[in-house]
Each structure stands twice: as C-alpha cells, then as structure tokens.
C-alpha cells in the first residue's frame, strides 16, 4: 500500500512538473522543509534520501523545459564565470581527499558540493528561456517564501522535531526542518514583498497593499526561527532596498522601507510574549544588545572559529588542508564542522587558491547584478534584477555568518536565477531593437519603391 500510494505521488508531481516545469525550483528549495517529516512518515525516505529525490525531479524538469523550448526559444545559456569558479572548487574538494585529516566529512562536503550546489547554479537557465518564465520564477520564489513563513507558523515545532533534537530544540524549525535555511527562505520573502512595496508601475496596488501582511508574516516566522545571521543580513541589506526605485522616489521608498521592516520587527517582538516562543525574547534581548560571548551566543563562537583559521591556514596557504579537515584540526571530530564563514572556510580548507575563486564567483555575480540593473528599463525589469540580487545580498551576509559553503544552498539557486533573468532581459532589448531597425528599413523600402515609381 505504502509503495503504491508512493509511485502514485510520484507519478503526480512528474506529471506537474511536464506542464510546469519552472515548479521544480520550489520543489528544490522547499525539500529542506519537508526532509525530516518525509523521512518519519514516509518509509522510502528513510532509505532514499529526500533532497537527491527533489533534485532528480528538478533534472527531470529541466530536461523536459530544455526538449520543450529547443526550437521556440534561444539557446542554453549558463554563467559561464561562476561555473567556472564552482568547477575548480569542486576539483580542490576532491583533490583535497588525498591529504584530508576528516575523510568521512570530507567525503560529504564534496559529493554535496559536486552533486547539489553546482547544479543549483546551473538549473535556473533550464527554466528561464523568456522574459515571461523569468516572471513565473519570480512569482513561484515569492509563492515558495510565503508558504515557509506559513508552515512555520502553523508547524513550528512537531514530534519529528522532537527526535531530531531529542526534544531540547527552542525555536521554530516547520515540520523539523532546519530554522537557519528557513530563514533564508523568509529573508529571500522579506526582500521581495518590500520591493513591492517600493518599485512602483510593476504590479497593482492590491499587490502592494498585500505586501503589508506578507511581510509582517515573514517577519514574525524569522524571528520565530531565532536565526541571527538572518536577522544580522536583513539589518544589514534592508536599508540599501530604497536604492532600486526611481531616482525621483527615493526619499519616499526610503521612508517606506526604513519604517515598515523596523516597525514590522517592533510589532513582532511586542506580540513574542505572548506567543509560544516568549522563550526566544532573551535570545534576540542578547543578541540586539551586543551581549555576544560566551552561552552558545552569536560572537563567542565564531570568534574562537575564525581566531583558529587565521592562525593556522597558512601551514598549507596554497591548496589548504582538505575538505571537512577544520572540524578535525579544531574539534577533533570527524563530522560537520566549520568556521561559520564561507570564505574562512575555503581558506583554510583549499587555501589560497579556494578562497580567491569563490571570491572572484561572488564579485562576478554581483558585478553582473549592478550591470542588470543599470540595463534594466521600466519597473519590472528592475523588479527581475533587484528581487535575485538582494537575496543573493541577503544569504552572503548568512553565508559569512553561519552556513557551511556546502549549506548555503539559495545562494547558488539565486546566482543562477539572476543571471537567467538578465540574460532574458537583454534578449529581449535586442529583439526590439532589431524589430526596431527591421522596421526602419522596411519604411526606408518603401520610400525608394515611392521614388522609384
């Protein structure tokens, strides 16, 4: 029966995905969501793990996007600089086995950096072929958002939860899903409703007025969540938001801005008494009042993590120590561990050589982001460049704060969305350009056949 209503299920979601093939975007960023509770529930994810499932669909839509579109739409093009970067890192993690001091997370590291975040990279230009699929991945990255902040509102914590943590985990997690990559879902949710908010000419005022509740809702789940590094990244990028309307309304979507998220964060911590994470109000307390050392706090942790890295990574500064072999040389164990900085972690794992080619993806990426909006024309251009590239600016700030380089997933997703997204925008100036000059010649035709006559 179990396997029959798997096959089923799975039989559903292929056939979903034949006719929406953008969908399996969601399906990607939402399996951390839903790993823990398919794992419990469902015995065949117990056995299969659930995120290389959500992947092998992703694949299987992006073949059936590619086959679909070959003939109506223009090539495959994917971001050749950062793939680049992704592949020589891919190659030093495995290189790096050779003198690893953590073989087993090492191992780890490197078959999930291989197999899931370069592939991330790489599938929004699958599914973004137009500038209209460019629109729907917009709208289904917003819908994805929404939906995390509504089920760890209405599933903060559940028995799954319980046995993962063994019934000591405080914060929200949605159906025992884990609350940091959650927050990068919210924060992702955060950006765009206020984006809404600010560009206007895009979208209606009912939208508008719509990302009032949404935001108060994302609001409220990342505070939930307890997650600092995305309360730390929204403090951080929140206020550059006004920076993408039009120069004559700056002023007004600055003040819109700087008020909604501050009063949004006031009126959350007001109602968190009364909530069932009033539990949380000493931890955030902690965290705005700089009170960071020492109790599993913010700054005492990482400080001794990146005092470690920067005292060591020089023994081997040009290829590093091998992949996971921080958790060894620092903790002793064999198992994830890390410095809580993508950059210090590629530093004293792949040296020299891994730190500048992840830095040299991120600068290329966010270069191609300033380019993309300087290109952009009218509110919704602006709105498919703006919405990637402050959430890319939003998960940077967790990616050096918290996540493993193997943990940041949305980073590399929203790397490869936004070059889709302007790789679609100038296809299409190009094509009004040259309708434009076709025009022009056919006039230019006439004319001469007039004269001629």
């Known amino acids: 029966m179990e396997f029959l209503v798997g096959a089923l299920l799975v039989v559903g979601v292929a056939v979903l995905l034949a006719v929406y093939p953008w969908l399996a975007l969601g399906v990607v960023m939402t399996a951390v969501q839903f790993k823990l509770a398919a794992m419990y529930y469902i015995p065949f994810f117990r056995r299969f793990d659930f995120t290389v499932f959500s992947l092998l669909l992703a694949a299987y839509a992006a073949i059936v ?10 090539g495959l093009h994917a971001p050749k600089g ?25 191992f780890e590291k490197a078959v999930r950096f291989t197999g899931i975040c370069v592939p991330l990279l790489l599938l929004p230009s699958f599914f973004v072929r137009t500038k209209k699929d460019a629109q729907r991945v917009t709208k289904m990255a917003i819908i994805t958002g929404v939906f995390a902040a509504i089920v760890m509102v209405a599933f903060p914590s559940s028995l799954v939860t319980e046995l993962k943590y063994g019934g000591t985990y405080t914060r929200a997690s949605g159906l025992g899903g884990s609350g940091n990559m959650m927050a990068e879902l919210l924060g992702m949710a955060v950006m765009y409703s206020c984006l809404v908010m600010i560009i206007k000419g895009g979208l209606s005022r009912f939208y508008r007025w719509l990302a009032i509740p949404i935001l108060l809702l994302c609001l409220y789940a990342l505070v939930a969540s307890g997650t600092r590094s995305a309360m730390l990244g929204l403090i951080v990028v929140g206020p550059l938001l006004p920076l993408f309307s039009r ?7 600055g003040l819109v801005t700087w008020l909604a998220i501050p009063l949004g964060l006031i009126l959350v911590f007001l109602l968190l008494p009364h909530t069932p994470w009033a539990h949380l109000s000493a931890r955030w307390g ?6 960071w050392g020492g109790g599993g ?20 500064p040009i290829l590093g120590h091998g992949p996971g072999s921080f958790a060894m040389d620092c903790f002793g164990v064999d198992q994830p561990m890390w ?20 830095s040299i993806a991120l600068f290329s990426i966010f270069r191609l982001g300033i380019r993309g909006l300087k290109e952009a024309q009218g509110p919704q251009e602006r709105f498919l460049v703006a919405g990637p590239v402050m959430t890319l600016a939003f998960v940077t700030i967790s990616a050096l704060t918290h996540f493993p380089v193997t943990g940041t997933r949305v980073l590399y997703l929203f790397m490869g969305i936004l070059y889709a997204n302007i790789v679609q925008i100038r296809a299409s100036h190009e094509a009004e350009q040259s309708s434009v000059l076709g025009q022009s010649d056919s006039d230019l035709q006439g004319y001469a056949n007039v004269i001629c006559s």
């Open 286 to 291: 902690a965290f705005f009042q700089g009170d």
């Open 65 to 74: 996007a590619y086959i679909r579109r070959a003939y109506t739409a223009g």
């Open 82 to 106: 950062p793939v680049f970067c992704m592949v020589i890192l891919a190659m030093g993690l495995w290189l790096g086995m050779t003198w690893t001091t953590a073989p087993s997370y090492g």
């Open 339 to 358: 410095p809580h900085n993508i950059l210090l972690e590629m530093l004293y794992e792949q040296g020299l050589l891994g730190a500048i080619v992840l």
């Open 297 to 316: 706090a913010t700054f005492g942790s990482r400080h001794q993590h990146f005092t470690f890295v920067l005292s060591n990574w020089w023994s081997r």
């Open 247 to 253: 120069s004559g309304q700056r002023m007004k979507a």
